[in-house]
């Protein structure tokens, strides 16, 4: 069987970027269940790992409280509530283990698949059958974390100076100086988005250098798209531009539409209303929720939350109905990003 970088090399072509875009979506449709089962189980993870990390620490308090009520569990309340702010945190910290285990192993399955879907694209647009276990153990892990950090680092320095921007008050007593450089701050952290922006493009073909190159080094891979990317910077930035609008926004808002007017988002809300209800229950103002109490301005807005209690259970149900269509859509993203990639091995190398 022909190696990736073998099958890519005989599909490399030159198209348009209104090419890419028909053939991504007819392979899409056509390749739906195939490309889509794979990421199922990575979604799932993420999501009830997310659910639990968040949820878990209310719960698990919950039951404590609710045990202060009952003479037979009583003893288990008084237990956990005579412990010292140390071991209650430890114990909550034991409670989101579980979730936050989850989470991690859903993102990285998550993760591998981002690169190894580029193999099974390529096997597909050769008219082979996908061997989606062969593709995900063709990914070399610690390779592949090199890039990935890589490419998350360009991030960073907007992330620290924004970070810095917030926490400057507490550290510069004096306001007038404080102000100061905490505007210079938040403007390099907004040209350093920008460039992170501009890099990103160029670095927008690094998941299939990685995988359809054999590419061992995350330096070479980085260069290697840059160099595939130089000369047709607008047309990569536009087929980015459109498939984001299609995956972030269109697709979620057409599923939650549909939800909607089928009043099956009235049924989804039911989890999403009590998480929701459970959360302002403990930030209530007083109590454990004191700790969120900034003067008179909290105790004024909470009264607010607990009216707009069911509108933010649906808000919170889209979000996370958005959320999980962006990341079950990435075969789209996917074909997209294969086909422009050969077609800009088909360009004249950077000299």
């Given amino acids: 069987m022909p190696q990736p970088h073998e099958l890519a090399a005989s599909l490399a072509a030159p198209r348009s970027v209104g090419r890419i875009l028909k053939e991504s979506f007819q392979r899409y449709f056509r390749q739906f269940g195939p490309f889509t089962r794979p990421l199922v189980l990575p979604v799932l993870y993420k999501l009830v790992g997310g659910i639990l990390a968040v949820l878990g620490p209310f719960l698990f308090v919950d039951l404590f409280m609710t045990s202060l009520d009952t003479e037979e569990?009583?003893?288990?309340?008084?237990?956990?509530?005579?412990?010292?702010?140390?071991?209650?945190?430890?114990?909550?910290a034991l409670v989101v283990v579980p979730g936050i285990f989850l989470f991690t192993r859903g993102f990285w399955l998550y993760l591998v698949y981002m690169a190894s879907l580029n193999i099974n694209a390529v096997e597909a647009l050769a008219g082979q059958t996908p061997d989606f276990r062969a593709a995900y153990a063709h990914i070399r892990p610690l390779p592949y974390t090199r890039l990935l950090l890589l490419l998350l680092s360009i991030w960073l320095?907007?992330?620290?100076?924004?970070?810095?921007t917030f926490a400057l008050p507490g550290i510069i007593p004096v306001p007038a100086g404080a102000l100061l450089i905490m505007g210079i701050c938040l403007l390099g952290s907004i040209l350093a988005a920008l460039a992170a922006v501009l890099l990103s493009v160029y670095l927008s073909v690094s998941f299939q250098v990685?995988?359809?190159?054999?590419?061992?080094?995350?330096?070479?891979?980085l260069k290697r798209s840059i160099l595939l990317v130089w000369r047709n910077f607008w047309r990569t930035l536009l087929l980015l531009l459109v498939m984001g609008i299609v995956t972030t926004v269109a697709l979620p808002f057409l599923v939650n539409l549909v939800l909607d007017l089928t009043r099956l988002s009235d049924v989804l809300v039911i989890p999403a209303r009590y998480f929701v209800d459970q959360l302002l229950a403990y930030l209530a103002p007083g109590e454990l929720g004191a700790l969120f109490n900034?003067?008179?301005?909290?105790?004024?807005?909470?009264?607010?939350?607990?009216?707009?209690?069911?509108a933010l259970a649906r808000d919170l149900l889209h979000s996370i109905?958005?959320?999980v269509i962006t990341l079950l859509v990435l075969p789209l993203g996917t074909f997209a990003s294969t086909l422009l990639y050969l077609d800009l091995r088909t360009q004249k190398p950077v000299s």
Avoid: C, K, N
């Fill in 73 to 92: 569990y009583r003893h288990l309340g008084l237990w956990y509530f005579q412990q010292s702010f140390p071991v209650r945190t430890l114990l909550m």
């Fill in 294 to 310: 900034t003067g008179g301005a909290y105790a004024i807005l909470y009264p607010v939350l607990v009216a707009e209690s069911a």
């Fill in 321 to 323: 109905i958005a959320t």
């Fill in 157 to 164: 320095p907007s992330l620290m100076l924004y970070l810095l």
């Fill in 210 to 221: 990685f995988a359809l190159e054999g590419q061992d080094r995350a330096p070479s891979v």
